[in-house]
């Protein structure tokens, strides 16, 4: 595997329901980012993190809980969402200092909440 | 007002067209100005990006930012089928960890 993965590619989830989004990337890079990708909006930035630890919440709901236990892994915990949460979720990552900018995308998990 | 402001389209132009995409912006404190491509059912993808204000070419892709203006574009050259996906601007204050996005703009080429 190369580049930035994502599982599952498809969810779909009731408001009551438990699930968690995986991001792994092969790249070699300290930061991760979560970011919420809906119709007819920009990009959202969630969360990020750089070398393990988070450095930004941009006051997202307590529902979504981050989780990075590794500079490769990073997950998105999610409980008790509404249908407006229903988006495309993107995990990107990126070498910290001068070349935040290039951030690398995974192929994005596509949640629909029910 | 958005941080970024950017025509969703859709632009839809016959193959070998030139493509101009813009994004206009309100905090001068932006340093940093990407363009991303993003494909049906991928993630976005960095195609250029460039520093403080000028021009910079990639092959048929000319990035231009003129901070005066607070007016960014993306001039794409014998524009082909392949290059139809969605344009996303993206911009960064030095130092900061954050991209703002524009909405992106749907781009079609037609052959």
């Known amino acids: 595997e190369t580049g930035v993965t994502q599982t599952p590619r498809h969810l779909v989830m009731g408001m009551t329901n438990k699930k968690s989004l995986k991001c792994e990337q092969h790249l070699g890079h300290n930061a991760m980012y979560w970011y919420k990708q809906s119709a007819k909006k920009p990009l959202e930035l969630m969360f990020v993190y750089s070398l393990e630890e988070r450095v930004e919440n941009n006051s997202v709901p307590s529902r979504f809980s981050p989780e990075c236990p590794n500079s490769s892994h990073l997950f998105l915990h999610l409980h008790t969402l509404q249908p407006e949460d229903s988006a495309l979720y993107l995990c990107?990552?990126?070498?910290?200092?001068?070349?935040?900018?290039?951030?690398?995308f995974g192929p994005g998990t596509r949640l629909t909440v029910t | 007002q958005k941080e970024v402001e950017q025509d969703p389209g859709p632009l839809s132009v016959p193959e070998g067209a030139i493509v101009s995409l813009n994004c206009t912006y309100s905090?001068?404190?932006?340093?940093?100005f990407m363009w991303y491509r993003q494909y049906s059912r991928k993630g976005p993808e960095l195609l250029m990006y460039t520093y403080s204000s000028g021009n910079k070419e990639d092959g048929r892709f000319t990035a231009q930012v003129d901070k005066s203006s607070k007016y960014i574009s993306l001039f794409i050259r014998d524009s082909q089928p392949s290059d139809s996906a969605t344009y996303l601007c993206a911009m960064r204050i030095q130092g900061a960890q954050k991209l703002v996005f524009g909405q992106g703009t749907r781009l079609t080429i037609n052959p």
């Open positions: 905090n001068s404190a932006f340093q940093y």
């Open positions: 990107a990552s990126s070498q910290p200092g001068g070349r935040r900018h290039e951030q690398y």
